[in-house]
């Protein structure tokens, strides 16, 4: 079929147009291929061609910065500071036993950091630099790099490592870092890379460890050159981390600096908590120690020294030591009686040195007694009698929901480590635990805080700031976040009759400031700063009926371990209570002549902000007090100078 010249023309000029876009696509692909050869051959021919040489591209991890960690008043109690160190990389020493001689003639070298090092390389890669030495002077740096042409293999490095300035004043507070373990990796279920770092630091304990994530920041990564060993080669570009966050704590680092010095040497602890935000102001355990030493990993004489002192300097007997309140219980036996409208504050009871319950005399620790006593009296004079009798007529499941109610037998979420929740029994608890039925001599024995009534120094603080507040104050330990301040939990108001509150404060201002109160002895001068408290001793033995018939045997004369525990607790200003405090001395004997004094002097600490001036103390006592001060200063001074050279 012939075509017209007209469709013929219309034909050629469609064909024109589809040759030339596809001769467009063929030069459009054509041209890209050869920009990209070029690119390739030209701009990445250096990358390439070290490819070809059996090099490679690796991505490294780069630690970041751990958050630093400040008291309320920005002291700095953790922080980094840069250290030297000396690795050794084992390809390149050849005789490794030779040049770890000849450095061991420059600088002094631990043998136990040397036999560590030697089992670090012989499982590490011979390219992976092992540290020799750590935080070392830069007078021995200088020797190390003088000398480098004979040391092959040692290179000197500087590095960032952990310190504690306030050392053993915040050891069981801040806690310390210590290197990742395959027991730190075992417990975490998808462990971050930055982890696997060789020598990389994490917590161990209290603070360091509960908030370890928050401290610990983002890894930032390099890119670097290896070659086909694996060694680094050059580093091709990086991206920094991200630090971790600081943070600023309630704790008064001046205050519990004093208290951990009040404390001495016996096994104690003391807690101060602010009563209008539940704030820690002080938190401390004695004896305590050094958390420098663990950051490197602490020697085995050092180690063993403490795990063998009996008076466990290691823990934390503030949130983790766990104590029958004693005496210090009574006031929540009262206040369970006081809202069940069981008693009256002058109902009296009548006590004869004991009561007899079932068959079973349970003894007043006044053996003759104490006769008719009212609730003011009972508590000024620590009377066991009328609580027996207090807490039969309530029942224990009354008592122990109000023990909950005031901050007892419940774990409070403070970040430390092996918080305990304590103990306020009932009867399902026995049932389920034991697998037995309460006893009424049970519910006799938990009125006094005895039995299994346990509780920790920190909570009995609690108990003491919502009995001084009548509110649901839960105690805070991180003040601000990167400078974002934290929810303060100065809480609501309890639920409780205010009146029988009063009725508990002012016996407790008799305790303390009447003449025939256990914590006379122990009493605050100054009027504006007039203190309410309770003394509390809980026995830690059983006492037989022929010991006590025979004469109770004297805590001085008894083995240390089978003293009684003494404490105290306490608020002031009673008008306006600003603090409340609480002291257990473990084994101490009784709580007024051990534990008051403790629990007066660190109040009085608290409230001045400072040195308190003598006329705040009864007369008699203010030589031996000006005298406690003056010691108690020169040892300040003394733990100072070394937390400076830490710094």
Not at 266 to 272: G, L
């Amino acid at each position: 079929m012939r075509r017209n010249p007209r469709e013929l023309e219309q034909l050629n000029r469609v064909s024109s147009r589809r040759a030339l876009l596809l001769a467009g696509v063929q030069l459009a692909f054509v041209g890209g291929l050869a920009m990209r050869m070029r690119y390739l051959q030209v701009e990445q021919a250096d990358q390439f061609r070290l490819l070809a040489e059996e090099n490679r591209v690796n991505i490294r991890l780069i630690p970041p910065t751990r958050g630093k960690i400040f008291d309320r008043n920005g002291n700095v109690l953790a922080q980094n500071v840069q250290s030297y160190r000396i690795v050794i990389v084992r390809e390149d020493a050849g005789d490794v036993e030779r040049v770890l001689a000849d450095l061991s003639e420059l600088i002094p070298l631990d043998p136990e950091d040397l036999e560590r090092a030697r089992a670090e390389m012989q499982r590490s890669p011979p390219f992976l630099p092992v540290s020799l030495a750590d935080r070392i002077s830069w007078e021995d740096i200088s020797k190390v790099a003088v000398n480098a042409p004979a040391l092959p293999g040692i290179t000197p490095e500087v590095g960032l490592t952990r310190v504690y300035p306030r050392g053993a004043d915040f050891a069981h507070v801040v806690g310390y870092v210590g290197p990742v373990s395959d027991y730190d990796l075992s417990k975490i279920e998808d462990p971050e890379p930055v982890l696997r770092i060789p020598r990389f630091q994490i917590g161990k304990v209290g603070l360091e460890a509960k908030r370890e994530v928050m401290l610990r920041g983002k890894a930032g990564a390099k890119r670097v050159e290896v070659n086909a060993t694996g060694r680094v080669m050059r580093e091709l570009d990086r991206r920094e981390g991200q630090p971790g966050a600081d943070l600023q704590l309630s704790v008064d680092a001046d205050l519990q600096g004093y208290v951990q010095a009040r404390l001495g040497s016996e096994s104690a602890s003391a807690v101060v908590i602010d009563c209008e935000t539940g704030d820690l102001r002080a938190i401390s355990s004695s004896p305590s120690f050094d958390p420098n030493l663990f950051v490197r990993g602490i020697s085995v004489t050092d180690y063993r020294t403490l795990t063998e002192d009996i008076h466990r300097p290691l823990a934390s007997k503030t949130v983790q030591g766990l104590y029958p309140p004693g005496s210090t219980f009574k006031m929540i036996t009262a206040m369970a009686a006081l809202e069940e409208g069981l008693i009256g504050p002058e109902d009296t009871v009548w006590c004869p040195g004991y009561l007899e319950v079932s068959g079973r005399r349970f003894h007043c620790w006044k053996r003759g007694g104490h006769g008719h006593l009212n609730l003011e009296g009972s508590l000024k004079q620590s009377c066991d009698v009328y609580f027996y009798d207090l807490a039969l007529k309530v029942g224990i499941d009354k008592i122990s929901a109000m023990a909950q109610q005031f901050g007892l037998g419940i774990h409070h979420d403070v970040p430390m480590s092996a918080v305990a929740s304590g103990l306020a029994p009932d009867r399902a608890w026995k049932k389920r635990v034991h697998g037995a039925e309460w006893l009424i001599g049970d519910t006799a024995n938990a009125a006094i805080g005895q039995g299994y009534m346990l509780a920790s120094p920190m909570q009995l603080a609690v108990m003491t700031a919502r009995l001084a507040t009548g509110r649901d104050l839960t105690p805070r330990l991180i003040k601000s976040i990167d400078g974002i301040e934290q929810p303060s939990h100065g809480g609501a108001p309890l639920g409780v009759n205010e009146n029988n509150l009063r009725t508990l404060r002012k016996a407790m201002y008799a305790v303390s400031n009447d003449r025939r109160g256990t914590a006379y002895g122990s009493r605050i001068i100054e009027d504006a700063f007039r203190m309410a408290g309770k003394t509390g001793t809980s026995q830690v033995r059983n006492i037989t009926t022929a010991e006590r018939a025979a004469g109770v045997t004297r805590n001085a004369d008894l083995p240390w371990n089978r003293r009684d525990h003494a404490l105290f607790v306490c608020f002031a200003p009673y008008d306006k209570p600003k603090y409340a405090v609480s002291v257990v001395v473990e084994h101490g004997g009784g709580g007024s002549s051990v534990a008051a004094p403790v629990g007066r002097d660190v109040m009085l600490q608290a409230l001045y902000g400072d040195t308190p001036p003598l006329a705040a103390y009864p007369s008699k006592d203010r030589s031996r007090i000006k005298a406690q001060q003056d010691r108690l200063h020169r040892e300040r001074l003394r733990v100072q100078q070394e937390q400076s050279g830490r710094a």
